[in-house]
């Protein structure tokens, strides 16, 4: 993994560099995908509109996975 | 497609190893230095196929101020003339359809046939849109005043703003480019990030037909991410329409922002389209349109198939049948002749797949076919799956792009309308049955709730001549045919006094002595 996500990561962004983003969130009830095409928002934007009350502990879990050996 | 076929591909489009994203006619290619590269790649290989510098702030505005000049002066050349230059556009599209419908496959990864059958799409509401153009008819009233005539003309609204995703490259921005330039409107378009080659090879094609008109600014193209470009044009009171096709979510975002200035939305956004088969269905021809629905696109397009209701008489037949033509489907190249799949558009879109399927196991799916990803073949490459589901649970309810399709049961067709209306979407719709009370009652005012209701013909596949949308979260716009070209016109009432008196409406007397 080249650079941490943060909750400023555009969603755009996120898909493209972390597509396994998209796996691990949806197991949160998030969905960064539509119709194919990601939400033009940030991920703490997408959070916050999700009802997530932690972001920051979801966006360490999340970077945790990602540095994972076979997300890396 | 090796590389020399692949670059002699792009050299037919005018495309080259770097591209500017944002154009606003023949020489008016902008170039910001800040602009970002963006790369384009093949879904087949994962490899880049060729770079774009998006556009920026400075470059979007060049643009538009380049479309806003144009309007005040394609505003008042009249509609058959405009025609003809979509006219040409069309002759061109002709010219050039194998090598950008073969691009459309390069890129965003449908299978050839799919990519020709696009630009075929394009060239329809060309030829659409050239009748249009002699036919924007406004009605006449008979006045309730003496000597007074009153009528309705059809004026044209503005620059038009068209916002598309990656699954229609090509032909949805036909569908709004023809018909708002014969209307009198100049188009600014952000194609999807996932395709802005053949995004660029358009303008190519709209810039050779503008130059041979001596024009400038009709057809523009502005490349850039939703955050930066999107925003900016929904944001951007110039623009008086926009057309938006994606998803719910941001549908509803264009929507409220557009609203908010009185600007005026075209929504065309998620699909979870279902087909019943009714007992005494002709199942043949239901399961090879399943499998065409399902299956074609790689399960990617708005109209896909996503749901099967099945009656419980035929429920084992069919789905031995839907196994049976599953297990036929080639997947593999979307350029090689004997493909009938090749692979998503993305890696993400692979991720979202599998999400769903996970999903949909935990909530008691049953998969009966595929499920699995072929590395095999490349990263981006899947099985199109069927899972037979007990209910229509809350994976159900959602839109995945993807080739999943989702079987389940039902004993009266009553208790299968009331399942297929439920979901929050409402594009299109099927029923495959021989039995005439059925097939009414799914096309009554009881019946479906969608923009498109079909009988023995799938769910995806529209004709250009009809209004292609759907209600409820699909977001309610009409593009294409029909009269979808009235909402890239603006209405003028006119009553003209041809008397020598005034009298007023409603009788009144006001000041008459």
Same mark, same amino acid.
């Given at each position: ?8 990561? *555009? ?7 972390? *597509? ?12 960064? /995908?539509?119709?194919?095409? *990601? ?7 997408? /959070? ?10 979801? /966006?360490?879990? /999340? ?10 | ?138 009605? $006449? ?136 088969? $009714? ?113 229509? $649970? ?120």
């Amino acid at each position: 993994m080249t650079k941490p996500v943060t909750l400023a990561t *555009p969603i755009e962004e996120l898909v493209r560099e972390f *597509p396994e983003s998209v796996g691990f969130l949806t197991r949160y009830g998030i969905r960064c /995908l539509r119709c194919g095409e *990601p939400f033009w928002c940030t991920l703490g934007e997408l /959070l916050e509109a999700e009802g997530i009350s932690e972001p920051e502990k979801l /966006l360490a879990s /999340l970077n945790a996975f990602l540095a994972e050996p076979k997300n890396a | 497609m090796r590389e020399k076929a692949m670059k002699s591909l792009l050299e037919k489009l005018e495309l080259k190893s770097k591209n500017i994203g944002a154009c606003a006619g023949p020489d008016a290619w902008y170039e910001d230095p800040k602009g970002q590269e963006l790369v384009s790649f093949n879904p087949t290989t994962g490899e880049p196929i060729a770079t774009v510098i998006q556009a920026t702030a400075s470059t979007y505005d060049r643009v538009m101020n380049e479309a806003g000049a144009a309007f005040l002066r394609w505003r008042m050349v009249p509609a058959p003339k405009r025609g003809l230059v979509i006219r040409d556009l069309g002759q061109v599209l002709r010219e050039v359809k194998e090598p950008l419908g073969e691009l459309v496959s390069l890129e965003m990864g449908k299978i050839k046939v799919e990519g020709w059958g696009e630009v075929q799409e394009m060239i329809d509401i060309c030829d659409f849109a050239v009748g249009l153009s002699r036919q924007l008819y406004g009605l $006449t009233m008979h006045s309730e005043r003496p000597a007074h005539r009153m009528y309705e003309q059809w004026h044209p609204l503005g620059v038009v703003g068209v916002i598309t995703a990656f699954n229609f490259p090509v032909a949805v921005w036909s569908w709004n480019a023809a018909i708002a330039s014969v209307c009198g409107d100049p188009v600014v378009w952000k194609p999807s990030s996932d395709t802005p080659l053949t995004a660029i090879a358009v303008q190519h094609i709209a810039n050779r037909v503008m130059a041979d008109h001596g024009l400038k600014g009709i057809f523009c193209l502005t490349i850039g991410s939703g955050a930066t470009i999107g925003e900016r044009m929904i944001n951007d009171s110039r623009l008086p329409l926009i057309s938006f096709t994606g998803s719910t979510r941001m549908g509803r975002r264009v929507a409220e922002v557009v609203a908010r200035r009185f600007g005026r939305t075209i929504l065309e956004l998620g699909g979870n389209n279902a087909i019943i088969v $009714t007992e005494d269905a002709d199942l043949d021809m239901a399961v090879r349109a399943i499998l065409f629905g399902a299956v074609g696109t790689a399960g990617q397009r708005c109209t896909s198939t996503r749901r099967i209701f099945m009656h419980k008489a035929i429920a084992a037949k069919l789905t031995q049948g839907l196994i049976k033509a599953y297990q036929q489907v080639r997947i593999g190249d979307p350029l090689d002749d004997r493909t009938l799949m090749g692979p998503l558009v993305t890696k993400a879109a692979v991720e979202d797949m599998m999400a769903a399927l996970e999903k949909a196991k935990e909530q008691g799916g049953t998969i009966l076919y595929g499920g699995k990803r072929l590395p095999e073949l490349g990263e981006q490459f899947v099985q199109p799956t069927l899972v037979k589901m007990p209910a229509q $649970t809350e994976i159900v309810h959602q839109e995945t792009f993807a080739p999943i399709l989702y079987l389940m049961e039902y004993e009266d067709l009553d208790e299968a309308i009331r399942l297929h209306n439920e979901v929050p979407q409402g594009l299109s719709s099927a029923m495959f049955t021989t039995d005439l009370r059925q097939a009414e009652k799914f096309l009554s005012a009881e019946g479906s709730d969608c923009g498109i209701a079909n009988i023995n013909i799938g769910t995806s596949g529209a004709e250009i001549g009809g209004a292609f949308g759907g209600e409820k979260e699909t977001g309610g716009g009409r593009e294409s045919g029909s009269d979808a070209w009235k909402q890239y016109m603006r209405r003028q009432t006119n009553t003209i006094n041809w008397s020598r008196e005034l009298p007023l409406a409603q009788g009144i007397k006001f000041g008459d002595g």
